[in-house]
């Protein structure tokens, strides 16, 4: 482990970027030699297959646009907790966290609370972000527990030819388990830093008659940092900025997938509710009582048969709640109000829709796609009032209706290159229709080589809270229009004799009527407008390695330059440099492994025109897979150095840096009866 060791210590003793790739760089020859000879039979390529990308199946070199994949097994064997965990992980990606919600950064572009309102979030290819703030859940937010995702699909570029709205920076798609990937009843539980316990009990089973069922609940329950300090708030009226059993964390969650025949139902509910220690929005600081609680759930139900002639067709409906209820304590005394009033801000979603989709090969050179959406979004509302003395800010209820249709075809010309041609037609009552195209030409010059030529053109419609929401410190804006974005890029995906696969892009996002937090120059408030354009340009490259042994690994590293297009000056929160590390060694077969993921973010400009600094996290996880009979037990380290980092503020924040956790530990065990 000497050199795995010198690259740890490379990367947290450097901040520069060359360093990190000279460490980066240093596993390498873990990836090249490996640890055991190979043989004949581990020389054949197994390609991943990827359905997210074109609603169907295929290998990911014929899918138009650059795909990263992770199992399940992955996240067993790197201590994944969170799908924002998960996401941190993949190339080109990065993630924010404001102590309340985790933000998703996609190749340079992470506005800080912007809900991940421009990527599209699927569990099995059900839409999951809400219909007030388009948010996409990442964190302990997100309701489906890690443990039932059986693969992670992640399609990077625009995907609006296909997927409604937020498919704006790319769609990431959930695929959760079935009752056939799991034995009968399982349980788990686990206990970490900061008072943490998490248990799940499931159960699955495939019967004689074709029913398969998955059955799962699941209960989080964490104290958070007992003692949280910010500077900004170092006084002797403030606690000497010292936070105080304010960053507590609790969910419950339930699923249930049942299949048989040709019909699939998933169910899904979640409850969060997360304690704010950061004092948002200005509020009163080291008062445990301001917190949020989210909640969401759905019913989806999935019909899949083949027609006559040769036409597949593939149809769902389904039905979405969504509940936020935000709890905010302030002090009015400066004001000649009371000392402490409890605010309550609120939003409820609730939509009902369907999905129909018709495919076929045509003159063995076609593979034709035709598909069509509705959304009726039965309540969309917001509001926000103090509760005693009772007075209402504002009080706006609304609906809307969102309707679709979309096509795809997939040319083979040669039998070597592939056209990739897609269209999508929008109406939205809210205002007015849009059309996009998408277009990729796939050439395989050799068996094992492809070349992506990737054009797509996006949009995203303002949200319900940035056209609506209206109370103290906001201001409404019902004039805005959507976003819209262009992207060109190349794409060499290379595969090599032994278990090699190395992927590399050349990308350029230019993006216009960029809707921003403005401040209104008359009153103060923050108002949405179509402000900014942003040019994002860059590249990025990844080599991985995975054996039947099980000894895998893996190196990334990308390069994006995200500007304002106005100013030329960088854009907030947008590292020019990522780099990921992986390694799993077996240690016992294929019962124990030990794994390491790192994760580097160059420094990073804040609201303030500072910077966070870049950072090197490495993560260590020792994980057993049916060491003793029926049961999986891992341990997992976390910044195990116990590195100082941070990630910028947003406009809510009185803290410019927002410093993240140090070292912590989970210990997990789970039995399989």
């Known amino acids: 482990m000497g050199k795995l060791e010198a690259y740890v210590r490379i990367s947290l003793r450097h901040s520069g970027w060359r360093k990190v790739l000279q460490g980066l760089l240093s596993l390498l020859p873990f990836l090249i030699t490996g640890l055991t000879p190979m043989r004949e039979d581990l020389m054949n390529i ?260 083949d027609l006559s002639s040769g036409w597949r067709f593939t149809g769902r409906t389904f039905y979405d709640e969504f509940n936020y209820h935000g709890t905010y304590i302030y002090d009015y005394s400066q004001s000649g109000g009371t000392s402490r009033v409890v605010n309550r801000d609120f939003a409820y979603g609730t939509w009902a829709g369907a999905e129909v989709t018709l495919s076929k090969r045509l003159l063995e050179r076609h593979r034709l796609t035709l598909g069509s959406q509705f959304r009726e979004n039965f309540k969309q509302d917001q509001g926000n009032y103090d509760q005693q003395p009772l007075f209402q800010y504002f009080n706006d209820r609304r609906n809307s209706t969102i309707s679709s249709v979309y096509a795809q075809d997939e040319i083979r010309l040669p039998s070597n290159l592939v056209l990739n041609l897609g269209l999508r037609y929008d109406h939205y009552s809210t205002f007015g229709s849009t059309t996009n195209p998408r277009a990729a030409l796939i050439y395989s010059p050799l068996e094992k080589t492809t070349i992506k030529f990737l054009f797509g053109q996006a949009f995203r419609p303002p949200n319900f809270y940035e056209l609506y929401y209206h109370a103290p410190g906001n201001l409404a804006n019902p004039s805005l229009q959507p976003e819209a974005v262009k992207t060109m890029e190349l794409v060499w995906e290379q595969y090599f004799a032994n278990h090699f696969q190395l992927t590399m892009s050349g990308f350029h996002y230019p993006i216009r009527g960029l809707i921003s937090a403005t401040t209104d120059q008359n009153t103060g408030f923050i108002k949405y407008r179509n402000a900014d354009e942003v040019d994002i340009r860059g590249m990025d490259i990844g080599l991985n390695r995975k054996l039947a042994a099980g000894l895998e690994g893996g190196v990334s590293y990308s390069f994006q330059n995200a500007k304002d297009g106005l100013s030329g000056m960088p854009l907030t929160n947008s590292p020019k440099h990522l780099g990921q590390a992986y390694l799993s060694l077996p240690l016992i077969q294929q019962r124990l492994f030990a794994s390491m993921d790192l994760q580097y973010v160059s420094r990073r400009r804040t609201l303030a025109n500072n910077f966070a600094s870049a950072y090197a996290i490495p993560n260590f996880t020792l994980f057993s897979r049916n060491l003793l009979n029926g049961w999986d037990v891992s341990g997992s380290l976390y910044n195990p150095f116990n590195q100082k980092f941070g990630d910028p503020g947003a406009n809510e924040h009185v803290q410019d840096i927002l410093y993240q956790d140090g070292r912590s530990f989970r210990i997990k065990v789970g039995y399989r009866f």
């Open 46 to 305: 197994d390609i991943d297959s990827v359905y997210s990308a074109s609603k169907f199946k295929q290998k990911v070199t014929e899918a138009p646009a650059s795909v990263t994949i992770i199992t399940a097994e992955d996240i067993r064997k790197y201590g994944y907790r969170t799908l924002a965990d998960i996401l941190r992980n993949v190339r080109g990606f990065y993630v924010t966290y404001d102590r309340n919600y985790s933000y998703l950064g996609v190749r340079g572009f992470g506005r800080p609370a912007d809900y991940n309102s421009r990527v599209a979030l699927l569990v099995d290819g059900h839409r999951v972000n809400d219909n007030v703030y388009d948010q996409a859940p990442l964190g302990t937010e997100f309701p489906i527990d890690v443990d039932l995702i059986d693969r992670v699909e992640v399609i990077r570029g625009p995907n609006s030819s296909l997927y409604v709205a937020n498919a704006f920076l790319g769609v990431i798609n959930i695929i959760t388990k079935r009752g056939r990937d799991s034995k009968m009843e399982n349980v788990s539980g686990e206990l970490a830093s900061f008072g943490t316990v998490q248990g799940r009990v499931s159960y699955a089973n495939k019967f004689d008659n074709g029913l398969e069922l998955l059955l799962s609940g699941s209960f989080y329950d964490s104290n958070g940092q007992d003692r949280l300090f910010f500077k900004e708030f170092d006084s002797p009226a403030t606690n000497h900025g010292i936070a105080v059993n304010a960053d507590d964390d609790q969910f419950q969650q339930l699923l249930a997938n049942a299949s048989y025949g040709r019909f699939t139902l998933h169910a899904v509910y979640g409850s969060r509710d997360k304690g704010i220690p950061t004092a948002s929005f200005g509020t009163v600081f080291n008062d445990p009582g301001t917190r949020t609680i989210d909640q969401r759930g759905y019913l989806d139900l999935f019909y899949d048969r």
